[in-house]
């Protein structure tokens, strides 16, 4: 069905893809994957019609095709769901999963918005997915919901080709499974499905054929049964991972971080832990377990109504960030884009955000001090391109994802770092790099807690683990009380065991 044949494309004289070609067949689920920067959203928007590519051609059933721009894409029956959410937040769910298709009057021009939402309301059932309410303004769905409607809004018309570029970074587990039987169910009927993604165990879960790209180039194209998850790491990387996760030997000291009773109803409610110096602890739960909120009442973007929050025993008022950092924690938020990053802004100035006092003297800002120190950071972070005057928008996923880390790890007498889907949207060299960070902090006496979707990041890097479930803690395990199985158990609620951390 698909053939790219020799296609190439550069941006300002540097190559984003070099040569590339692939095919795949009707019914087939093609994983495409590669570092950040490797040019899988390149080849993604020439398939998509967002940018043309320099050289070479896309083929459709060995016909020859211009896609040009994206309506021309659709009409070809390719449908795209991008990284980046395309919904305007102001209309409504259903507004948006047919928008440009929005059902008329038969008389007239007028729109039934009746029809329109019964149409809408029918294509979300279709995808299996409960709890979205078609008439909702989009704006006020959680990001994993938007993620749902995104993926609706593709599947109006059956695409003959639908493009996923990592579409479950936002969803839970559960909501993942469902759009892999929906997945399943279009290759069944004949759709070809692309699947781009960093989570090598959804590759070999729901691929057929896997397509590595490095360096803008392909360097593996394989029947996924045929291959091990080694060797598209190393195709990946350019070398073997022999281990993802550092081997914890935590030297803990005395709890620097201690919460008592925190609650926000409904959102969370009789919150206690502990987290010593020098050790990672995980908060796992599935969606709406009220993990994030949890950690956005401790960094004062959404303060707690009641409970107290000490810091080296010391008891701290918390109200708005700021009174965070001054009390020593810091928060690498679980949307770097939203609330993470000012996009148009240079990497320097983003690096050095947080830490505006450190680089000022008297009121007036030392420019070159804050360029030496940043770019020393950012250097030992191996962020790349090394360009400190770029806007931060033009960095891949991961490097952007460095530049938050460095903006934090510059703030000076931290001694709580707080990490929500640190690994998020990210390739697995970058993740390995973000996991020996963590574990960095640890061995220096920070105390770090983890909050992840993925469960084999949490067992890995975690010394204790915090499960939530409907605003509460439902247990709390040591790390030799690990296995999927119970996570799972405690967070989906098969079990109802709860202890105090």
């Not at 008297?362 to 770019?375: C, F, I, M, P, Q």
């Not at 960070?437 to 006496?445: F, M, P, R, V």
């Amino acid at each position: 069905m698909l053939n790219v044949v020799h296609v190439s494309k550069s941006f300002d004289g540097t190559a984003a893809l070099r040569d590339v070609s692939v095919r795949a067949e009707a019914g087939q689920v093609l994983a495409i994957c590669g570092e950040n920067g490797a040019g899988k959203t390149t080849l993604m928007k020439i398939l998509s019609g967002a940018i043309k590519p320099d050289e070479g051609e896309i083929l459709l059933n060995d016909v020859n095709v211009a896609v040009g721009n994206p309506r021309r894409a659709i009409e070809l029956g390719i449908h795209t769901v991008h990284q980046e959410l395309s919904l305007l937040p102001h209309l409504s769910v259903a507004e948006n999963i047919l928008l440009g298709k929005w059902l008329h009057r038969k008389t007239n021009w007028i729109v039934d918005w009746k029809a329109t939402e019964q149409r809408a309301a029918e294509v979300i059932r279709d995808f299996g997915f409960e709890g979205v309410d078609v008439s909702s303004r989009v704006s006020k769905l959680s990001i994993s919901k938007q993620q749902l409607v995104e993926i609706a809004k593709a599947l109006v018309g059956r695409p003959k080709i639908l493009i996923l570029d990592e579409p479950s970074a936002v969803l839970s587990v559960h909501e993942t499974q469902k759009l892999f039987r929906k997945i399943r169910e279009l290759s069944a009927s004949g759709t070809l499905v692309v699947y781009i993604s960093h989570r090598l165990d959804e590759i070999f879960d729901i691929s057929d054929n896997v397509f590595v790209l490095k360096d803008g180039a392909g360097v593996l194209f394989s029947a996924t049964a045929s291959v091990d998850r080694d060797t598209v790491i190393k195709a990946m990387v350019g070398r073997s991972l022999d281990a993802i996760y550092p081997v914890r030997q935590p030297r803990m000291g005395e709890v620097a971080l201690d919460i008592r009773h925190l609650s926000r109803r409904p959102a969370f409610d009789d919150i206690s832990f502990t987290i010593r110096a020098g050790e990672i602890v995980g908060m796992f739960g599935l969606v709406g377990s009220g993990r994030t909120e949890v950690a956005r009442a401790i960094f004062g973007a959404e303060p707690a109504s009641t409970g107290e929050i000490l810091v080296s025993d010391e008891k701290v008022l918390i109200a708005t960030p700021a009174d965070a950092i001054a009390s020593g924690i810091a928060f690498v938020t679980e949307d770097r884009k939203r609330d993470g990053l000012a996009l148009d802004c240079s990497v320097v100035e983003n690096g050095g955000l947080a830490a505006m006092e450190r680089f000022a003297a008297y009121g007036v800002l030392n420019l070159a001090r804050r360029s030496s120190v940043v770019g020393t950071k950012l250097d030992e972070l191996q962020v790349r391109p090394r360009g400190l005057s770029r806007p931060v928008r033009q960095l891949s996923g991961g490097n952007q994802q460095k530049v938050v880390l460095a903006k934090w790890m510059l703030v000076e007498d931290t001694r709580v770092f707080i990490f929500d889907e640190p690994t998020r949207g990210v390739d697995i060299a970058t993740k390995v790099q973000i996991y020996r960070i963590l574990e960095n902090l640890a061995k220096a006496g920070q105390a770090i807690l983890l909050i992840s979707s993925e469960m084999p990041e949490v067992l890995g890097l975690c010394d204790r683990l915090i499960i939530m479930r409907a605003g509460r803690i439902a247990v709390v395990l040591d790390r030799d009380d690990f296995s999927m199985e119970t996570v799972f158990a405690h967070a989906a609620g098969i079990v109802a065991d709860r202890t105090m951390a």
